[in-house]
């Protein structure tokens, strides 16, 4: 009789609903743990900003230290050559675009007043409505002059906490190019055995996939700039070095950053070259997504994470939520990481190979990579 009873009530609920119950308790475990890393990730953005910085940097500089290490380079000097190659042409590439910007920066600001004007004319406003407005500009200065001169102090603090940040970032840099073999030690010896190698593995396949979508995305970008330099010179739109700039910064950011120096671009040549070249460029614009959503992101990133264009938007609209800009930009990255890590799972519970999967790691087991 007890033993009948013990069976009825071990059977009160169905099967099916003791294994929802039972992952409802894992997901509710995984999202808490996330969400205590995330905050603490922002509770320490001091440090761990320039840490996922120099992170990105090292993915994006991975090959260029391994030839050197091909070439019988001493490691240090190697991982010093190649931030030192990094700096000089980031330092190069930054001299060009905001020479660009300030050669281009009155004509882009004249030309984007113009279509000002242009709005404030088509909704209605005429000019009486913009010279009040600048005739009010010194009240306005009197009014808000102390908060906007606090807001300037603030903004040096920034500027200055973020060189701090970059300078750590290069450093960090070097040091993972050079100790990245002890980095992956250190992963397996942490959490010996089977565990380990596996640890390993996944970390393999996720600085695998960042290094990917960095290398692509730079590619890309570089691509997108030239194009869209080239087509609106040849329309005679004013500052389009200056543009073509913003369209490779904006590369970094998927979706946004285009739509935001698409927009810019096509406001600058409405008013300059009126309704009809304002088309051309937004012909412009949509010709070199096309080639870049079509052509360069299959061939490019053909061999890295693909992923789909709404979980880009909802990565990039929770990045921006958690880290504001910097979260928008680590928010792609860290979900290629994501991707990466989930297919070497997939691999290894769900039928396929993890043992090849490690040892076709980022740098299919060479040293100086982390």
Known sequence: MSERGGGRGAGVLPEGAVRLAGWCAVLLLVAG???????????????????????LGTALLTPLHRRLLAMKVQRSLAAGLTCAAVLVVVGGATYIVVVALVDSGDQI????KLAAQDVARFLGAGEA??????????????????????????????VAQAGAMGVLAVLLVFFFLRDGDRVVGSLRTMAPGPVGEMTEAIAR???????????????????D???????????????????????????YIPYLGAFVSGVLAVLV???????????????VIF????????????????????MHPAVVLVAITAGA??????????????????????????????????????????????????
Do not use: H, K
């Open 33 to 55: 743990v996330a969400w205590v890393a995330v905050w603490l990730c922002v509770l320490f953005r001091a440090a761990v900003i320039p840490v996922l910085l120099a992170l």
């Open 225 to 251: 700039g030239v194009l869209t330099t080239i087509g609106l010179l040849i329309l005679g739109v004013p500052g389009a070095p200056g543009l073509g700039a913003l369209v490779f910064i904006g590369a």
């Open 321 to 370: 939520t958690v880290g504001g800009v910097i979260g928008v930009l680590l928010a792609v990255p860290a979900t290629a990481a994501a991707f990466g890590i989930v297919a070497e799972l997939r691999e290894r519970y769900g039928g396929g190979s993890g043992a090849t999967a490690a040892g076709a790691g980022p740098v299919g087991g060479e040293p100086g990579t982390p």
């Open 109 to 112: 600001v004249a030309s984007a």
């Open 287 to 306: 010709l070199v997504q096309m080639l870049e959503a079509n052509v360069l992101q299959p061939v490019i990133q053909s061999r890295t994470v693909q």
């Open 205 to 223: 396949r996720a600085y695998r996939a960042v290094e990917g979508f960095m290398r692509g995305t730079t590619m890309i970008a570089l691509i």
């Open 129 to 158: 409505s913009l010279d009040d407005l600048a005739s009010n500009a010194r009240d306005l200065f009197d009014r808000f002059g102390e908060p906007a001169a606090s807001g300037v102090i603030s903004g040096l603090g920034l």
């Open 269 to 283: 040549a409405l008013a300059d070259g009126g309704f009809a070249i304002a088309l051309w460029t937004l012909l």
